[in-house]
């Protein structure tokens, strides 16, 4: 018998975050402009860790445990059927990132963040969401270390997803449709159109501004900065133990990008080592709709549209970019991770671009092979595997893709049904 299933044991979840900062063959660009804004948003402990250069930071006991409760370690999958469907001598593994009552991997990052934050002191938490996915995730993290949190959601996505914020709204969130009339930059961009359909750029914005306010209120955030990237890290030290134990390794991995946080968690552990001089190739997958890499500009660019975050250097459409909508809300963002543009500028992550169409046909394909239905936002990553082993059927090379399954689309069901034109 085959099996499908790789687990591991809660005494192999990581006990340390892996810092790729520590193992960067060139140092990245260093960001611009008034960097007071950070001490004013973000706790102390998490600033640390965004400047940290240490290779490994310990991930608190109490973290661990938490990870654990919510399903921690998460287990790697063959996806035979899809294999088989495809008719393809290409081995497909993917990384279980859904298993959550959150759906996704954005507790990774929402679990640590709480915890310093309630560590240095803070009362509220408060963030932006696209998805929803990020905003799930801290309101979960929130209740769980006794914060009260406040979600500006992009008001597409907050009129496109209602149950997820319900799901907010039952872990004691309070969930805002951005703009909104909350903040002074919501009520400037609602004066200039007040049907806007928002963006996370403009979200990021609220959320700051009101952290800003109070002292005993620090900004959270999902995606982009370094100590995300960390946070993430647990996915790819796991994946690594979990190819091993089934005698195999990837020779390409791939994960969707919006703002590139589940893409390092995977990617980023495997990138640093080194496996028996072992050639990986790494491919970011953008939507077509906001394509950041493959259309944007590698340049120093504001992470909100407000222009109050530092200026970064990385591959960005512009702050003022608002992206067509689509109903892969979490990457609707303007801009890609200073970190894996500079990964991209240096050659060893590829980008490619897909259409929601052609995105949301892959994610049928699989669901009917492997019975899982993908987030919007997963079957990215999903489309570009399939295209992979479709090449390997071509030239018969039997190579090993193993992709991160970032979330499940339970509750994207009608954006399944609008785009694939279900009656």
Known sequence: MEFNEIT?????LPKNYYNFMADLDKPMPIPKGDMSILGKVFGKSVLEQEMSQERFIPIPQEVREIYS???RPTPVYRARRLEKKLNTPAKIYFKREDVSVVGSHKTNTAIAQAYYCKKDGFTHLTTETGAGYWGSALAVASTLFD???KVFMVSSSYEQKPYKKYLMKLFGAEVISSPSNKTKYGKKILAENPNHIGSLGIAISEAMELAMQDEKTAYCLGSVLNHVMIHQSVIGQEAIIQMQKADDFPDSIIACVGGGSNFSGIAFPFMQKKFKDKEINFTAVEPKESASITKGKYEYDYGDSSGLTPLMKMYTLGKDFIPELI?????????MAPSLSHFVKQGKINAKAYAQKEVFLAAKIFSETQGLVP?????HAIKEAIEQAIEC???GESKT??????????MDLPGYAEVLNFK
């Not at 591991?8 to 192999?12: N, R, V």
């Open 327 to 335: 109903f892969a809300q979490g990457l609707r963002y303007h801009a």
């Open 147 to 149: 914060l009260k949190c």
């Open 401 to 410: 893709i193993l992709f991160n399954l970032s979330g499940h689309g339970l």
């Open 375 to 379: 987030a919007p936002e997963s079957a």
């Open 8 to 12: 591991l044991s809660k005494e192999e």
């Open 69 to 71: 409760l919510l399903g």
């Open 393 to 395: 059927k071509k030239t």
